[in-house]
């Protein structure tokens, strides 16, 4: 078990460019977690998804910001027109069903730096 | 401070010394888990403990909560230079989004040799 894969691990994009952040959960797992994390601190949720649906965006930027986790294929994080403020590693987790009974398993993270 | 707020921020200790690690949080959860987090890498889950658990136990680790409190402690006995890291608490709120994690801005311990 490969546990939850993101790619690329590093990604470097001019201001203005798209980036998209790829994250494939465990095997079983149906449920997919974003979340962002910049320098010295704890991580901010963004969005949790099931397939093909979005559950809950709440910690999502309204504008540029948008995932999606389709029915075959990894889920997909894209940030359009990224500015400097958008560098921060973000990390995915996935979970079997709630996610609840025990923690979440975390990928190692893509590490976005917007020059 | 934030939900998740952890407590002390960075902690020093010799190698074979116990390390605490408290955490504090505002609202009603449905469990509080804690994570470790090496250097520029992803994070590991640790423990969960539920609200209606009080103390949990894993291996040299050992979780407690006080919900009248709103306090959690992770202790690590016999610590290792092996477990330098940052460990952050996050908590799942019992109503609502119960799946969105909470994360505080973690403890970075640092196990001297």
């Known amino acids: 078990n490969a546990g939850v894969m993101q790619n690329p691990r590093h990604l470097v994009r001019r201001r203005g460019q798209e980036a998209r952040l790829r994250c494939s959960p465990m095997?079983?797992?149906?449920?997919v977690y974003w979340y962002r994390q910049l320098p010295e601190e704890g991580l901010k949720f963004m969005v949790y998804?099931?397939?093909?649906?979005?559950?809950?965006e709440s910690g999502m930027p309204k504008e540029r910001f948008s995932a999606e986790f389709p029915k075959e294929g990894p889920s997909i994080l894209r940030i359009q027109q990224v500015v400097r403020g958008d560098s921060a590693a973000y990390f995915c987790?996935?979970?079997?069903?709630?996610?609840?009974?025990?923690?979440?398993?975390f990928g190692s993270g893509t590490r976005l730096t917007v020059v | 401070s934030q939900q998740g707020e952890e407590d002390p921020q960075a902690l020093s200790i010799q190698e074979g010394e116990n390390a605490t690690m408290n955490c504090s949080y505002k609202?009603?959860?449905?469990?509080l888990q804690w994570y470790r987090q090496n250097s520029g890498r992803g994070l590991v889950h640790l423990i969960l403990?539920?609200?209606?658990?009080r103390e949990k136990h894993s291996g040299r680790l050992r979780v407690t909560l006080d919900t009248s409190k709103k306090s959690s402690s992770l202790l690590i006995t016999a610590s290792r230079a092996a477990d330098t890291a940052s460990y952050f608490c996050?908590?799942?709120?019992?109503?609502?989004?119960?799946?969105?994690?909470?994360f505080g801005s973690g403890t970075q311990l640092t196990v001297l040799p």
């Open positions: 987790a996935s979970s079997p069903g709630t996610g609840l009974v025990d923690g979440y398993t």
């Open positions: 095997k079983g797992h149906s449920h």
């Open positions: 998804l099931q397939k093909e649906n979005i559950i809950d």
């Open positions: 609202t009603s959860i449905n469990n």
């Open positions: 403990i539920r609200s209606n658990e």
């Open positions: 996050a908590t799942a709120l019992s109503s609502g989004s119960a799946r969105q994690l909470t």
